[in-house]
């Protein structure tokens, strides 16, 4: 894996999420994920104003190799999504955790971040699936 910061969570499932300073949390596809699925072409994005569940589908993302589900990696209430990949799907695949992030969200309970993994837990994670 080229890139695994080490200040955000991880899901099984391979969303990344970032506790933000407003209190929001941002979440995109990990870097290992975009590179299993290759060029990244379309992108489904939840709603603001949606409610999600943790570990239930926010969203679709697709690729020349691929369709997989985005799960909400902690429950609350979608506040912004990236429109730009609309346009520019492609964005994931060149700055996954910066540019590609995908949506924000107001959790219900910071503390299901908690229940995601850490960075040395995620990257031993994404290793065993190679």
């Known amino acids: 894996m080229s890139e695994t910061p080490e200040d955000i969570y991880y899901a099984e499932s391979h969303e990344w999420a970032r506790l933000e300073e407003d ?76 540019d590609g992030w995908f949506f924000a969200l107001e959790p219900s309970d910071v503390g299901e971040l908690e229940d995601l993994l850490d960075y040395v837990a995620y990257r031993e994670a994404a290793e065993n699936e190679r």
């Open 23 to 98: 209190g929001r949390i941002t979440v995109g596809i990990t870097d290992f994920a975009q590179d299993a699925l290759g060029d990244i072409v379309y992108i489904e994005l939840p709603q603001i104003g949606q409610s999600l569940q943790a570990s239930v589908e926010a969203g679709i993302v697709e690729s020349v190799k691929a369709a997989s589900d985005i799960y909400a990696p902690v429950s609350g209430v979608v506040t912004a999504v990236n429109r730009s990949l609309e346009d520019a799907p492609e964005n994931v695949n060149l700055d996954a955790y910066g």
